[in-house]
């Protein structure tokens, strides 16, 4: 069994990547990592620079954990790319990050977490960042 | 002194807060266009040509005036935050911009970008005031051969010198000039390649092959290779110019200024060629050569001086002669015959209003850019995160209502497609696209020019080159050629030059990604 954390390199994510290693510690599961950009926009935010995925690659490295990192580019948005990701590989848990958003904006744009909530076929972590980070 | 009294008028006008206004749309409009790669100032100026239906022209030309100078602004940012030139005058920049905002100094490289821009452009707007008037009274006397003579330069050395080849570029203009004689001709009454259809016995109108040629082309041509990764976007950073930086600037602005106004005057292809010369000018009077090809200031300041000069200075030969040398030129051109001005030398005379109210909006929409582009370029680089799908479906949602403006005319539509496909193979194929606008343009023109002088002549083919002014204009055309093959030349070399430079420290960053 796996866990499938959605990383995007923003304080959300890393709060996320967090959560899923403890998690993946107490249950002695795998990680998944994965960071996707449908890539049709010059620049996305959500798309983790070789730098982060370096980052995150040593994080993953030093907690002895068995993972795998998964960058993609196209396909679905980042919240199907997620769903269908746990759901092919059987995953125990799906570990996400959230962040407050105005209503406005979660009208206009939907909001990427409920779409997990809602699509995903294993129990869900939300994580929010902490206010520091 | 009358010159200056009228530019006086014209800012009495231009600063009416209306007019205002349409200039900071038109800054605001030029500036987003010119951060997004791909959408430059030729296609938003054509998409907005029918525009010219209902607003009156002083509005319309200070906000075209203001897309025309900010989309040689906003370039810049893209190009160093990015290392994607949103406009092809902004290539150069690309180079020592992105090179800086790698090494944490984004913000100081956009500054002296911002900065440069500012300064060429006014000095520019300056030269363009002092030398338009009198250019235009000495152009009065030009007879009808004479013009020939011009149209012809003009159509030579914007095919040869823009694009990649002049083959190319000849067989793009050689488009244009075709589709320009599509209708009925004005003298006869004969009509001409409408293959007997009512739809095109009018002509086909600029506004729709403008329009379906850069605008639905470039969507098409975009959605035929949409899924490219994210680049990652190189954060500004803090900080601002030191002390250092602007005494490394300001010279370079001044020459950059020097080498890109008579740039922009010549018909010599528009603001590329510039950028490059002024670069290679900056490299080799550098106090500090090793750090060019790894972030040199002067490096970003002399070619965004020179590219924002030479906008100016295509305004010279637009305004005094009716030549456009660029693609965005010929779409103010068009503009203009919208009104039922023809540019030319009595535009000084017939429209002096309306132009020196334009020049006066130069000035105003330089410092408008400055402000503008300072402090704000996070809200500019956001536009970077609009997936292009919702881009390019809103630009061809606007280019065919644009069109369908024109005549109310389905047909119009089919031909906007058309055309369309049209824009999208040339790019595809690698054939530029401004030759082809400049020739549906000014086609017309010479032909008229061209009957007149042998209507006069009764025939005589000969005063085509035995007017004194015609045949100084041959001998010119062959120098300019010559000018321009060198040019080039001179730019592969550079070009050579830099990617040797660059070879270097780009190995160690894709090995590390």
Redo the contacts between chains.
């Keep these: 069994m796996t866990i499938v954390v959605g990383y995007v390199p923003k304080p959300e994510g890393r709060a996320a990547l967090r959560a899923a290693v403890e998690e993946a510690d107490l249950r002695g599961e795998g990680l998944h990592v994965l960071n996707t950009?449908?890539?049709?926009?010059?620049?996305?935010?959500s798309?983790a620079?070789?730098e982060d995925l370096a980052e995150v690659r040593g994080l993953l490295e030093e907690t002895g954990l068995r993972f795998e990192l998964d960058q993609r580019?196209?396909g679905r948005g980042g919240a199907e790319e997620v769903a269908a990701t746990a759901a092919r590989l059987g995953a125990s848990l799906i570990v996400i990050g959230i962040r407050r958003r105005s209503p406005t904006g979660k009208l206009v744009f939907g909001s990427d977490a409920q779409r997990i909530l809602l699509d995903a076929e294993c129990p869900v972590l939300a994580v929010k960042a902490p206010a520091a980070d | 002194m009358g010159d200056f009294g009228a530019l006086l008028d014209g800012f009495a006008t231009a600063l009416q807060p209306m007019y205002l206004l349409y200039a900071l749309i038109g800054v605001t409009l030029g500036t987003a266009v010119g951060v997004l790669p791909g959408i430059g100032p030729a296609m938003t100026l054509a998409l907005l040509l029918p525009l010219t239906y209902s607003l009156e022209p002083t509005a319309a030309f200070i906000m075209f005036a203001g897309i025309y100078y900010g989309g040689m602004y906003g370039g810049s940012t893209t190009s160093i935050l990015l290392n994607a030139p949103g406009e092809s005058s902004s290539i150069i920049t690309a180079l020592e911009g992105n090179r800086m905002a790698k090494a944490g100094r984004g913000s100081a490289a956009l500054a002296t970008a911002a900065i440069g821009s500012f300064v060429a452009g006014t000095i520019a707007t300056v030269a363009l005031t002092l030398v338009a008037p009198t250019i235009a009274r000495l152009a009065v006397q030009l007879g009808p051969a004479d013009y020939v003579a011009l149209l012809v330069l003009a159509f030579l050395t914007v095919a040869a010198v823009l694009g990649s080849s002049p083959p190319r570029g000849i067989a793009s203009l050689g488009i244009g000039l075709f589709l320009g004689l599509v209708g009925t001709d004005t003298l006869t009454g004969q009509q001409r390649f409408t293959l007997g259809l009512p739809a095109l016995a009018d002509g086909i109108d600029v506004v729709v092959v403008a329009v379906g040629v850069f605008a639905v082309g470039e969507a098409l041509y975009v959605a035929s290779r949409l899924r490219r990764g994210p680049i990652p976007l190189v954060p500004a950073g803090k900080g601002w110019m030191t002390k250092q930086d602007w005494s490394r600037s300001w010279k370079p602005w001044l020459r950059g200024t020097a080498i890109g106004f008579p740039i922009g005057t010549l018909p010599a292809g528009g603001a590329e060629v510039g950028t490059f010369l002024s670069y290679s000018a900056e490299r080799k009077l550098s106090k500090h050569p090793e750090e060019f090809g790894k972030g040199a200031i002067e490096g970003v300041a002399g070619p965004e001086a020179a590219n924002n000069a030479s906008a100016a200075g295509v305004l010279v030969p637009l305004l005094t002669l009716g030549l456009p040398t660029s693609a965005t030129a010929a779409i103010l051109i068009s503009a203009f015959q919208s009104y039922g001005i023809q540019p030319g030398p009595l535009l000084f005379q017939d429209e002096s209003a309306l132009i020196w109210a334009l020049i006066a909006s130069l000035y105003i929409g330089n410092v408008l850019l400055l402000v503008l582009n300072l402090p704000l370029v996070g809200i500019w680089v956001k536009l970077l995160q609009i997936p292009r799908p919702y881009l390019y479906a809103g630009i061809l949602t606007f280019a065919a209502l644009g069109s369908y403006s024109v005549g109310a005319s389905t047909e119009d539509l089919v031909l906007l497609f058309l055309l369309g496909l049209l824009g999208w193979a040339m790019r595809n194929f690698g054939f530029p696209i401004a030759p082809a606008v400049v020739g549906l343009i000014l086609g017309p023109i010479a032909e008229e020019q061209l009957r007149r002088a042998l209507a006069i002549s009764q025939g005589d083919a000969t005063v085509l080159v035995t007017s004194p002014f015609a045949a100084v204009v041959y001998a010119a055309l062959v120098v300019f050629l010559f000018l321009g093959w060198w040019l080039r030349r001179r730019q592969a070399r550079t070009e050579a030059e830099l990617a040797a430079v660059a070879a270097t420290p780009a190995e160690s960053e894709r090995s590390s990604s």
Excluded: Q
């Excluded at chain 1, 950009?37 to 935010?45: I, K, L, N, Q, T």
């Design positions: 950009s449908r890539g049709d926009a010059y620049v996305d935010p798309y620079s070789p580019v196209g």
